[in-house]
């Protein structure tokens, strides 16, 4: 069993940056890829960034491609996600998920709590 708490929501004007956490606890973080999903109101969960066990390979959705970061510190147990330029648009709860790496919720086992992000005009 994996247990996954983010931190680092908030609220940020348009261009502004947050950094999410995501830390893991339970059985080994290293083997698993991470992602990020988000969910606004009214919509469904959708993927925005994942990346490998080792770190070298992400990969980040149209929509935030070349302003969101995802990392990950293994020795650390935590993932990140560092969001610049954000848009009144990226506001949602921002969640963490494991193992799987796919760009469906639905393969995903292990899920945070949710933080939430909320971007003013």
């Known amino acids: 069993q994996v247990q996954l708490v983010e931190s680092g929501g908030g609220l940020v004007q348009a261009g502004g940056s947050l950094r999410l956490s995501c830390a893991a606890s339970?059985?080994?973080?290293?083997?698993?890829?991470m992602a990020w999903f988000r969910q606004a109101p009214g919509k469904e969960r959708e993927f925005v960034a994942r990346?490998?066990?080792?770190?070298?390979?992400?990969y980040y959705a149209d929509s935030v491609k070349g302003r969101f970061t995802i990392s990950r510190d293994n020795a650390k147990n935590t993932a990140y996600l560092q969001m610049n330029s954000l848009k009144p648009e990226d506001t949602a709860v921002y969640y963490c998920?494991?193992?799987?790496?796919?760009?469906?919720?639905?393969?995903?086992?292990?899920w945070g709590q949710g933080t939430q992000v909320t971007v003013s005009s």
């Open positions: 998920a494991a193992p799987s790496g796919s760009f469906s919720p639905y393969d995903y086992t292990y």
């Open positions: 339970g059985r080994a973080f290293s083997p698993y890829r």
């Open positions: 990346i490998t066990w080792s770190g070298g390979n992400t």
